[in-house]
């Protein structure tokens, strides 16, 4: 089992920036990929990057160029930057962790098999 901790939510101003950190413990050994969500009230999860165990991320199209996604390995904690902030990012952000990556599914919640509390940004 893995445990995942999001931190770093927060208020921002339009065309700001935030950071958010996942850190993650358990029997990591087994993590082949991790991703973020996010949830807006009244809608959908929906996919924001995610991370592959060989570095390769992929972004949904409104985070291109604003968001970016790490991992630090020593630190057992994954990263979304987010930068260019905008109204409509604001929603509950998810860190998930996934046994088995599939790049075309990276997006679909049903890739990963473990979830944290989540994070609150809001932006306005």
């Known amino acids: 089992h893995v445990q995942l901790v999001e931190s770093g939510g927060g208020s921002a101003q339009p065309g700001g920036a935030l950071r958010l950190s996942c850190a993650y413990s358990?029997?990591?050994?087994?993590?082949?990929?991790m991703g973020w969500f996010r949830q807006a009230p009244g809608k959908e999860a929906e996919g924001v990057a995610a991370?592959?165990?060989?570095?390769?991320?992929s972004y949904f199209d409104s985070a291109k160029g604003r968001f970016t996604i790490s991992q630090d390995g020593p630190k057992d904690t994954l990263n979304l930057r987010m930068s260019a902030l905008k109204p409509e990012d604001t929603a509950m952000y998810f860190c998930a962790a996934g046994r088995n990556w599939n790049l075309r599914a990276w997006a679909s919640p049903l890739t990963y098999n473990n979830w944290g509390q989540g994070t609150q940004v809001t932006v306005s």
């Open positions: 991370i592959d165990e060989s570095g390769t991320s």
């Open positions: 358990g029997v990591i050994s087994f993590i082949s990929c």
